[in-house]
């Protein structure tokens, strides 16, 4: 079985060693065929606390670290302005 990766932007990085992914789905509605989007929080493992609040991430499905933790972050794609701001 493969497994799953999503793109998504960091919204949260206050747990230690863990942040929030928001990954946004658009489809078309089934009946209307407007475009609808809906936003899923994933909790995703960050082992080095390297991710910062806007970072674009790339998450994959893991083992279960904890119990609400599933995903981890396999790569940050592109670093926020504001992070890098605050990291200089």
């Known amino acids: 079985m493969a497994l799953k990766e999503r793109l998504g932007t ?6 230690d060693k ?3 992914v928001a990954v946004e789905n658009r489809f078309p509605h ?3 065929q407007k475009t609808v989007s809906r936003t899923t929080r994933y909790k995703a493992h960050d082992a080095g606390n ?3 609040i806007g970072d674009r991430v790339r998450i994959t499905e893991t083992r279960p670290i904890s119990r609400s933790k599933r995903w981890t972050v396999a790569e940050v794609l592109s670093h926020s302005p504001k992070a890098q701001e605050v990291s200089t």
Do not use: F, N, W
């Open 10 to 15: 960091v919204v949260s990085d206050k747990m």
């Open 18 to 20: 863990t942040v929030v």
């Open 30 to 32: 089934p009946i209307y």
């Open 50 to 52: 390297t991710c910062r």
